[in-house]
């Protein structure tokens, strides 16, 4: 299993857009602060069916593999006239994508100050190891921690909030 995010909207958000039918990937899921959404390989069409259609750079994501094969994503153009993204968090338990200033030039080692990135209101953050299978824990007290571009994060708020990335 990996804890992942993507730094900027696909040019296609379709699931099966975003994660070809020969990816070995085989199950996504992300929860979006009340339900889980989930999507699984189907053996014989080799598409990711269920409840999760669309892959979006305001959702973490859970999903497994039996491969180190990387994920390429074609990102969105970003220019006039859009919008940047506001991530909206409730209180409770949140899975938190990390986006990047510049999605179109992000990498997977870029890194965002914690204090900078989270609303106020958080109270612990979980990050999760893949090659380990541990998790790691970040508090607000924890000043200068780093959240990874490309990972997700499970994060409680102790109110809702808003990520400004």
């Given amino acids: 299993w990996n804890l992942i995010s993507i730094p900027g909207d696909p040019a296609d958000p379709a699931i099966n857009s975003v994660i070809g039918a020969t990816h070995p990937i085989d199950a996504v899921l992300t929860y979006n602060g009340s339900e889980w959404l989930t999507a699984n390989r189907d053996a014989a069409t080799g598409l990711l069916t269920g409840t999760l259609t669309t892959i979006s750079s305001t959702q973490a994501y859970w999903v497994h593999t039996n491969s180190f094969k ?3 994503i074609t990102l969105a153009s970003v220019g006039t006239g859009q919008v940047p993204p506001t991530i909206e968090l409730s209180a409770g338990w949140n899975l938190v994508p990390v986006l990047a200033a510049n999605p179109q030039t992000a ?12 609303p106020s209101g958080w109270a612990r953050a979980y990050s999760y190891a893949t090659l380990t299978g541990q998790f790691g824990s970040i508090s607000p007290s924890d000043s200068g921690s780093n959240l990874l571009v490309g990972q997700g994060y499970w994060v409680y708020m102790t109110k809702a909030g808003n990520i400004i990335p």
């Fill in 107 to 118: 990498s997977a080692g870029n890194t965002v100050n914690e204090d900078n990135y989270l």
């Fill in 70 to 72: 990387a994920l390429d």
